[in-house]
């Protein structure tokens, strides 16, 4: 048979089932990474699952996420993080080194290989033809305890593209289309393969600023061939020997198929508050802009950066502009740095941030009051910023420098011929910032300062459910209206205590304290719950204040399983206009919960009502028994 990119992949590591569409499947795992927010809970995990050494082939753990460090928390975690990857054979980037997926992508990846991270952008390694899969921290302890990842088989879209982009429009603007076609849940189950004459003008990191964003059309994963492109970029990054050939079969069978001309796109930006917002920039009037933020993930390169400081170049920001840069890694900053591109982005006014996620997750640089803030992030949930009213629009950074320089969105084909940008030099390739692990790992010592608390253990789900309706919510509902990042949040990501007082904090400040009262809770929610992150906070932390159930239209891939993997059971509705007759405070019951749900469909009823509602599970035996168990790792201990 004529495989695409995903089949061949899947088929080269399948440990368990079949390749039939809809049915789960168990992939062996090359590599993972973690980042702080999440690692610290993934390593807690690994040490519960009581292995001495990872059995992948690389496993990496990166700080890039909590770096601010207002109080002792966020360097606690970064001991023990160093420490947990010393025990256990994990390469440590320490940090100052970047933001994991664009390290992951110069110094790690490798075209035909699988990657897991606790980081929904883990698919923006595809960029260089390897599978790249988000998913919650314990999915990545058992992958780094050599278990294998289970997914559903994907339904595989193949967007073809034709061909060239246009002065001025970027690979943003390919995704952006993207979005503004598909939307934010158009990705669910699907991986996207991206193909066609279009892909020979575009480079590796242009690559991953699309694979990067699938995470927000709701994807699995997305992928690019591996052809001389990648080759010229891993020869730069001085690893030509992991370079190889990786193309879809002659004739590929794909599930689905789209075109994008890249002739005819223009420049788009997603407008607040959610990235399939899309609209041309010239269709929105005039917006005034109060911060421009270029870098993260999705567009931290050199190339990113190099267009920033040449449409700067001895210009100043506007006056009411206050325009921040974190270049993605540190090898792009010292590129920069040598290339006097550094210098020509201080001269212009530019506030110069560490490589890390920073203002992306709301680590600083929070705009102001109703402020308008262009970014060239993945992103514009609202709040995600610090500032609760701020609107933020995404860009690529041809606009966001148009922005800076003008004060106001602005198409940037108005600022006039193309800049000419020098080609990439070779670069400066210095490892000395990520520690190997030692071959023994097992003297070392893990180091736990007061802000590393102990796991959380959650009991078997009850054979009768009896729980008030906490909540009930519209459709999209992200892990940041579940539980937000920023400042005062993101720190106690390793003490579950604390951080479940901020439990939906954004939509209802006394959840938490509702939630303890009731002892019992359920959620009610619309189309794709939990979009976004791959916070497992956003269902270990519900999860401790005593949520059983969450009922909804359909669920976010990524949070679905953290769900499952924590014993909190996700329903859909069957008849989606019962939605209409649930309202906060409603008491609901479900009986005989285990025999129940040996069939997909489970009665839940009504108290004061007496109505019955219909909802399915669609787990497989094996997720069956995790939720019944009261979570993954209650399971594990169980079957082992
Ligand atoms: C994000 O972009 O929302 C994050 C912060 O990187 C998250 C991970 C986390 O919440 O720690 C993600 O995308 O998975
Ligand atoms: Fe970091 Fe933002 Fe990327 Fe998440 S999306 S990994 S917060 S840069």
Same mark, same amino acid.
């Given at each position: 048979?004529?495989?695409?990119?995903?089949?061949?992949?899947?088929?080269?590591?399948?440990?368990?089932?079949?390749?039939?569409?809809?049915?789960?499947?168990?992939?062996?795992?090359?590599?993972?990474?973690?980042?702080?927010?999440?690692?610290?809970?993934?390593?807690?995990?690994?040490?519960?699952?009581?292995?001495?050494?990872?059995?992948?082939?690389?496993?990496?753990?990166?700080?890039?996420?909590?770096?601010?460090?207002?109080?002792?928390?966020?360097?606690?975690?970064?001991?023990?993080?160093?420490?947990? @990857?010393?025990?256990?054979?994990?390469?440590?980037?320490?940090?100052?080194?970047?933001?994991?997926?664009?390290?992951?992508?110069?110094?790690?990846?490798?075209?035909?290989?699988?990657?897991?991270?606790?980081?929904?952008?883990?698919?923006?390694?595809?960029?260089?033809?390897?599978?790249?899969?988000?998913?919650?921290?314990?999915? #990545?302890?058992?992958?780094?305890?050599?278990? =294998?990842?289970?997914?559903?088989?994907?339904?595989?879209?193949?967007?073809?593209?034709?061909?060239?982009?246009?002065?001025?429009?970027?690979?943003?603007?390919?995704?952006?289309?993207?979005?503004?076609?598909?939307?934010?849940?158009?990705?669910?189950?699907?991986?996207?393969?991206?193909?066609?004459?279009?892909?020979?003008?575009?480079?590796?990191?242009?690559?991953?600023?699309?694979?990067?964003?699938?995470?927000?059309?709701?994807?699995?994963?997305?992928?690019?061939?591996?052809?001389?492109?990648?080759?010229?970029?891993?020869?730069?990054?001085?690893?030509?020997?992991?370079?190889?050939?990786?193309?879809?079969?002659?004739?590929?069978?794909?599930?689905?198929?789209?075109?994008?001309?890249?002739?005819?796109?223009?420049?788009?930006?997603?407008?607040?508050?959610?990235?399939?917002?899309?609209?041309?920039?010239?269709?929105?009037?005039?917006?005034?802009?109060?911060? #421009?933020?270029?870098?993260?993930?999705?567009?931290?390169?050199?190339?990113?950066?190099?267009?920033?400081?040449?449409?700067?170049?001895?210009?100043?920001?506007?006056?009411?502009?206050?325009?921040?840069?974190?270049?993605?890694?540190?090898?792009?900053?010292?590129?920069?740095?040598?290339?006097?591109?550094?210098?020509?982005?201080?001269?212009?006014? @530019?506030?110069?941030?560490?490589?890390?996620?920073?203002?992306?997750?709301?680590?600083?640089?929070?705009?102001?009051?109703?402020?308008?803030?262009?970014?060239?992030?993945?992103?514009?949930?609202?709040?995600?910023?610090?500032?609760?009213?701020?609107?933020?629009?995404?860009?690529? &950074?041809?606009? @966001?420098?148009?922005?800076?320089?003008?004060?106001?969105?602005?198409?940037?084909?108005?600022?006039?011929?193309?800049?000419?940008?020098?080609?990439? =030099?070779?670069?400066?390739?210095?490892?000395?910032?990520?520690?190997?692990?030692?071959?023994?790992?097992?003297?070392?010592?893990?180091?736990?300062?007061?802000?590393?608390? &102990?796991?959380?253990?959650?009991?078997?789900?009850?054979?009768?459910?009896?729980?008030?309706?906490?909540?009930?919510?519209?459709?999209?509902?992200?892990?940041?209206?579940?539980?937000?990042?920023?400042?005062? #949040?993101?720190?106690?990501?390793?003490?579950?205590?604390?951080?479940?007082?901020?439990?939906?904090?954004?939509?209802?400040?006394?959840?938490?304290?509702?939630?303890?009262?009731?002892?019992?809770?359920?959620?009610?929610?619309?189309?794709?719950?939990?979009?976004?992150?791959?916070?497992?906070?956003?269902?270990?932390?519900?999860?401790?204040?005593?949520?059983?159930?969450?009922?909804?239209?359909?669920?976010?891939?990524?949070?679905?399983?953290?769900?499952?993997?924590?014993?909190?059971? &996700?329903?859909?509705?069957?008849?989606?206009?019962?939605?209409?007759?649930?309202?906060?405070?409603?008491?609901?019951?479900?009986?005989?919960?285990?025999?129940?749900?040996?069939?997909?469909?489970?009665?839940?009823?009504?108290?004061?009502?007496?109505?019955?509602?219909?909802?399915?599970?669609?787990?497989?035996?094996?997720?069956?028994? #995790?939720?019944?168990?009261?979570?993954?790792?209650?399971?594990?201990?169980?079957?082992?």
């Amino acid at each position: 048979m004529a495989d695409n990119l995903t089949y061949k992949i899947l088929k080269d590591h399948l440990v368990e089932g079949e390749l039939v569409r809809g049915t789960e499947l168990g992939i062996r795992m090359d590599q993972t990474l973690t980042q702080d927010a999440t690692g610290t809970m993934a390593y807690l995990q690994l040490e519960a699952l009581g292995i001495d050494k990872v059995k992948t082939e690389k496993s990496v753990s990166y700080v890039d996420h909590n770096t601010l460090q207002n109080g002792f928390e966020n360097a606690d975690d970064h001991l023990f993080l160093q420490s947990a @990857a010393a025990r256990f054979g994990i390469w440590f980037s320490r940090p100052g080194n970047g933001i994991c997926h664009q390290v992951h992508l110069e110094r790690f990846g490798e075209p035909g290989k699988t990657l897991l991270g606790s980081d929904s952008h883990t698919p923006t390694a595809g960029g260089l033809g390897m599978l790249g899969i988000g998913a919650g921290g314990l999915d #990545v302890a058992v992958a780094m305890a050599g278990g =294998p990842f289970y997914l559903t088989v994907p339904f595989v879209l193949k967007v073809n593209l034709v061909g060239e982009l246009q002065p001025w429009v970027g690979a943003k603007d390919i995704i952006l289309e993207l979005l503004r076609r598909l939307t934010v849940k158009g990705g669910v189950g699907k991986v996207i393969e991206y193909s066609g004459p279009g892909l020979a003008t575009l480079s590796v990191p242009e690559r991953a600023t699309i694979t990067n964003m699938g995470a927000e059309l709701g994807a699995t994963s997305s992928i690019f061939p591996s052809d001389e492109m990648t080759r010229l970029f891993l020869k730069n990054q001085g690893r030509e020997e992991v370079w190889r050939r990786f193309e879809a079969d002659e004739g590929a069978i794909y599930d689905d198929e789209i075109t994008i001309n890249l002739d005819i796109l223009e420049p788009l930006v997603a407008v607040p508050h959610s990235p399939d917002a899309v609209k041309k920039i010239r269709e929105i009037g005039p917006v005034a802009v109060d911060q #421009v933020a270029v870098g993260s993930c999705t567009n931290g390169s050199y190339r990113d950066l190099q267009l920033l400081a040449e449409v700067l170049k001895d210009k100043v920001v506007h006056p009411r502009v206050s325009l921040v840069v974190a270049p993605g890694s540190r090898q792009t900053f010292i590129n920069l740095a040598r290339q006097g591109i550094l210098e020509k982005l201080i001269a212009s006014g @530019a506030r110069i941030l560490e490589s890390a996620c920073g203002p992306c997750i709301g680590m600083g640089q929070a705009p102001p009051s109703g402020g308008v803030s262009v970014r060239t992030f993945n992103r514009n949930f609202t709040g995600r910023s610090g500032t609760a009213d701020a609107m933020v629009y995404l860009t690529g &950074p041809a606009a @966001a420098a148009a922005a800076a320089l003008r004060g106001e969105i602005t198409d940037p084909r108005d600022l006039g011929p193309y800049p000419h940008l020098e080609a990439e =030099p070779s670069l400066v390739i210095d490892d000395r910032m990520v520690i190997a692990p030692p071959e023994d790992g097992t003297g070392v010592k893990i180091v736990r300062g007061p802000n590393i608390k &102990p796991l959380p253990i959650n009991k078997p789900l009850p054979e009768t459910i009896k729980a008030r309706v906490l909540l009930v919510l519209e459709d999209n509902i992200t892990t940041d209206h579940i539980l937000p990042g920023g400042s005062k #949040v993101l720190p106690l990501r390793s003490n579950i205590e604390a951080i479940s007082e901020y439990v939906f904090a954004p939509i209802d400040p006394h959840f938490a304290a509702q939630a303890r009262e009731s002892g019992s809770g359920i959620i009610v929610a619309g189309e794709n719950y939990g979009q976004g992150s791959s916070r497992e906070h956003a269902a270990l932390a519900p999860m401790y204040l005593g949520i059983k159930v969450v009922l909804a239209k359909s669920f976010a891939r990524i949070h679905h399983a953290n769900l499952v993997n924590f014993g909190i059971l &996700p329903l859909v509705f069957v008849d989606e206009s019962d939605y209409n007759n649930l309202a906060k405070d409603d008491q609901l019951i479900i009986e005989d919960v285990s025999r129940q749900m040996e069939n997909d469909t489970v009665t839940i009823k009504h108290q004061g009502s007496g109505n019955e509602i219909k909802a399915s599970h669609s787990l497989s035996k094996r997720l069956l028994k #995790v939720v019944l168990a009261g979570g993954l790792l209650n399971y594990t201990r169980q079957s082992s």
